[in-house]
């Protein structure tokens, strides 16, 4: 990968003046002066998910530009590297290779020597053993009764993702019942416990590392009460199991080397939902699905690696919100899945769109002085027209919009399907369209004696930007390619913006603040060698609990 400062690109300097240009275009202008704009501007995902982005504040020539700074900064050789196995992630000395988790590629992939497909392969016919046991009822708990409920214990990418993606895939869920434990905050653990008996649970501690402390501390804690009930070793390994790059820990921790489900260092936090850290996935919705869930997101990865750019749905997204992040100073990014089973989507991409491009040095270790990252945020439609659409719409604040629909409901009743999806529709419209248009363009002017005194608020300016994604409708193959748009996407900002998308060294350091500060919580004694509010805070906090 090449270290390319995109300020010192042509192309930048070009969309820095051409952003002069367009930041005065209406997107009311854009569609008048281009009656075929929703096909020039849009893409299909066979025939399965739809991006319109036509509703940006783009034409040809910021596509072009766009495009031509995708080449400056070697986004081809960067993709083959990526797919290739090569250490593209520098600061841990490691390859991404994510992908190969769901490819279907016969031709073998070489990693320090090994052929990947091989140890992948192993690990999903385990995975696809144990499942079909825990799903027929075969496999039993201690006292002989088949399995009803899992829990994921687990946090960060060993958490979000499989939460997500059972919850947006719930009408193929199974008999089985998933329960997450993430948080530290024995809250979360003791309500759980309050749900499960522990001869029908299994429970899976899901821990690229093995060593994360929320995940550690509610492990033991849930050990400890399983214990209770029965201290046989034969009953533990029926119970507990554990998803890790780590094999000495789990054994340390107690569990049984078979009911260990491998992954590798190579497979980032993030982005590991595609490994065996998808075991719940694979419990929840059997192994065909989870597949097809593969399967999905291969095709997407076709897509991304054999289409030219300017068709390329991965690269088109991430190069909009390069230029509204970098151009436009639009700082967030909203998510909005038209879709109530997808209402996890958005958290999930906050991780792995924040985790990855949240940096601030460039390649070279010098600190960036252009955008990184965005700031993802998002909630399900149409719950949040009632809540944060009125910033949206209004606001001095401009905020990119993802609105994400199936046109087909698991769930049609009624009306309530085209409801939703009028709402869909008028949203975007109305973003970019706004209404009472010549009184905005008018408004220091309007006269006092206007017949409608309140004409001014109920004004909108419109040329708000955003993407609609029309799903067919979410199988777990829709899903899986959708997830994969994003991940593309977010590995093309990575790119082009010359930082390392694949580490997250900027959580380390509360990590082992956290640490300290645990010793000092554990007595009376006052605390002064921290700065005034920590010490304050923890005397408060030390004062409240010992009396
Ligand atoms: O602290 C951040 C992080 O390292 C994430 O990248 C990761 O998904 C999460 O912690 C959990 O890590 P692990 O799977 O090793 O427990």
Redesign the pocket.
Known sequence: MKNINPLNTKSWKQLKKHYKIIKNIHLNEMFINDKNRFNNFSLLFENKILVDFSKNRINDITLKLLLKLTKETYLSEAIFDFFNGKKINKTENRAVLHTALRSFNKKPLFYEGKNVYLKIKKVLRKMKIFSKKIIQKKWLGYTNKFITDIVNI???????GPNMVIESLKPYNNHLKIHFVSNVDATQVLEVLKKISPDRTIFII???????Q??IINANSIKKWFLKYTNKKKDFKKHFFAV??NYVEPLKFGIDIDNIFKFWDWV???Y?LWSS?GLSIMLLIGYKNFIKFLQGAYSMDLHFLKTPFEKNIPVLLALISIWYNNFFNMETEAILPYDQYMNRFSSYFQ?ANM?SNGKCFDRKGNKVNWQTGPIIWGESGTNSQHSFFQLLHQGTKIVPCDFIAPALSHNPLDSHHNFLLSNFFAQTQSLAFGSNSFYYKNINNINNNCFDKNIIYKTFEGNRPTNSILCKKITPYVLGALICMYEHKIFTQGIILNIYSFD?WG??LG?ILANKIFLKLLNKSYVDNFDSSTNGLINIYKKWNFN
């Open positions: 687990g946090i960060g990418g060993s958490d979000l899901c821990s690229k590392t093995f060593t994360t929320e995940t890790s790059t980032g936090g993030r590991s850290v991780q985790e997250q959580v380390e990590k």
